[in-house]
């Protein structure tokens, strides 16, 4: 029997890319020749796309997107890590525990107040994704460091470290792979909330106000194609991360099913 259809198997790399190519390819074939009534075709996506590239700016929207994007990221990664590292201490758990249940809180009011307390709209539409962003990233990395064990601290105890020399070679340093997974897990966050605050906060554009704008007119063939866009970017984002966590953390798999 193929390896494709025994369960817990893990086929070739070769075989799984094979495999997905020709998925994509059937699903393609399927939306080209057969289309949905509703959902515009394969050829009306791609003219959308060009004329959107050629005369809308997406590029220029995207960039001015993925800017912000990388910003919030930047911003959330370094809190969440301040915060989760805290929690190391237990004075300051319920610090981490309390942000991590804001991640229950929706935007809408929210982002009112913070319009009152911030002066321009971009630091309103940085605040909302530094703050979406860091709840979720909190909550991740949290897990990450109480799952330490007590041989791992124990381990570096016997090597002749204190308490603060066990916390900086076991938590920091040893789990920084599972944090940058964690932030790559979570990257996805801050693209669902750019393209809402970019429709709030509409001064400096962005895919999201594109996007927005596509929908507001029923151009849906323009709805797609800009959806089809932010896949691709954070299907390379996560490529890109996965490449960074093999050059820097070359052994983070090992052991690892």
């Given at each position: ?44 996506v ?8 050629t ?34 201490l ?20 929210l982002?009112f ?34 799952g ?44 669902t ?15 999201g ?6 929908n507001?007119?029923l151009?849906?063939d ?26 820097f ?9």
């Amino acid at each position: 029997m193929s390896p494709l259809f025994i369960p817990n198997a893990h086929p070739r790399r070769a075989t799984l890319a094979a495999l997905v190519a020709g998925q994509v390819l059937a699903l393609l074939a399927l939306w080209l020749f057969y289309p949905l009534q509703l959902f515009p075709s394969l050829g009306d996506v791609f003219r959308a796309l060009g004329d959107l590239i050629t005369s809308q700016g997406l590029l220029q929207e995207l960039w001015a997107s993925l800017l912000t994007a990388f910003q919030a990221l930047g911003i959330a990664t370094v809190l969440a890590l301040f915060i989760s590292y805290l929690t190391a201490l237990p004075f300051f758990r319920p610090l981490a525990f309390a942000a991590s249940k804001l991640r229950y809180l929706t935007l809408t009011g929210l982002t009112f107040f913070m319009a009152l307390l911030l002066s321009s709209g971009h630091q309103v539409k940085l605040s909302v994704l530094v703050f979406g962003a860091t709840v979720y990233l909190v909550t991740g990395m949290t897990r990450v460091i109480l799952g330490t064990t007590q041989e791992e601290l124990d381990h570096a105890r016997t090597l002749g470290l204190g308490e603060w020399g066990s916390f900086w070679q076991v938590v920091v340093r040893g789990k920084l792979a599972d944090m940058l997974e964690v932030v790559r897990q979570n990257f996805a966050i801050i693209w669902t909330l750019i393209t809402l605050v970019e429709t709030l906060y509409q001064s400096e554009g962005g895919i999201g106000l594109l996007l927005y704008k596509q929908n507001r007119y029923l151009h849906l063939d323009g709805v797609v194609a800009i959806q089809l866009v932010i896949l691709a970017v954070g299907v390379a984002q996560d490529y890109g991360f996965e490449a960074v966590k093999k050059v820097f953390f070359p052994y983070a798999e090992l052991g690892k099913m």
